[in-house]
């Protein structure tokens, strides 16, 4: 019997550790966000973790299930089915309305066992992009304070993700905001140092042009490779981002258990991460 436990902040190096055995490139940074958004469960084996799993927390309103890893020595064991469903209560206790993941292909069908559809497929980049001829819009200016970003967020978004965005923005390499002629703010992007690449997301806009704009900033300041993640019907965005010679890498599905995602919205040009949606 698999016995399953909360973990806490302390455990990080344990979570860092665990995530590489299966060539997860996690930090600090990337597991402090976790801690302060999600709770966070694991697994041992001889006081050694061997599986872990979080559930990001939405406002009491939805969930998001991240970094389900088990050790390659544990795996086919029942551990990673006994960590999700000890997450699945949890959300069940908290009266989440909707749970959502990025499935990998090992994982998605344990998901589909424990009652997740496809609501979408999200689009991996990694590579280093070559800069964009098009001007930068000087309307796109650093997000120096987080309160926009999560001003922008809710509008589009029915859930409260200020908890993730705080995390996220507070541990950013760089963050932008746009705004429009009359001075109203019109999208952000941030985006995050995460081992050899800097993982760019989210990305929030009006609209495609808005978007394009945000990341050709983010993309100028990371001055190297980056990851973004793309929900796949924006196939004009992921054209641009190939034009720029962003390989992508593979399309993942997107899942829900008990109802829409309030995150699936048509001004998402970019996931926070995989994790988090």
């Known amino acids: 019997m698999t016995v399953?436990?909360?973990?806490t902040s302390r455990e990080i190096p344990d979570n860092i550790r665990l995530a590489a055995e299966v060539g997860w490139p996690d930090d600090e940074a990337d597991w402090r966000v976790v801690h302060e958004a999600a709770v966070v469960l694991g697994a041992r084996k001889e006081g050694r973790l061997i599986g872990q799993g979080a559930?990001?927390?939405y406002?009491?309103?939805?969930?998001t299930i991240a970094k389900m890893v088990v050790s390659p020595s544990a795996q086919r064991q029942g551990v990673g089915a006994a960590i999700l469903d000890a997450l699945l209560v949890e959300a069940d206790r908290r009266g989440l309305a909707a749970v959502g993941l990025v499935a990998t292909p090992s994982g998605q069908p344990l998901y589909e066992s424990r009652g997740?559809?496809?609501?979408?497929?999200?689009a991996v980049f990694i590579g280093t992009p070559t800069p964009d001829p098009a001007l930068v819009s000087e309307r796109v200016i650093e997000l120096t304070k987080v309160e926009p970003a999560l001003a922008l967020d809710r509008r589009f978004i029915s859930c409260s993700r200020a908890g993730m965005l705080r995390g996220r923005f507070n541990e950013a390499r760089v963050g932008a905001l746009h705004g429009s002629p009359a001075g109203d703010p019109r999208g952000f992007a941030l985006a995050n140092g995460?081992?050899?690449?800097?993982?760019v997301g989210p990305v929030i806009a009006d609209d495609e042009?808005?978007?394009r704009a945000l990341t050709r900033v983010i993309f100028k300041a990371c001055n190297g490779a980056v990851r973004i993640?793309?929900?796949a019907e924006h196939t004009a965005f992921r054209d641009w981002l190939r034009s720029l010679g962003l390989p992508e890498k593979g399309v993942r599905p997107e899942m829900a258990r008990g109802g829409a995602l309030p995150w699936q919205v048509p001004q998402?040009?970019?996931l926070a991460t995989a994790a988090w949606g």
């Open 268 to 270: 998402r040009f970019a």
């Open 229 to 231: 993640d793309v929900p």
């Open 209 to 211: 042009a808005v978007a």
């Open 116 to 122: 997740f559809v496809v609501t979408g497929h999200v």
């Open 55 to 57: 559930l990001g927390l």
């Open 194 to 199: 995460k081992g050899e690449y800097a993982l």
């Open 4 to 7: 399953i436990e909360t973990l």
């Open 59 to 63: 406002d009491g309103q939805a969930g």
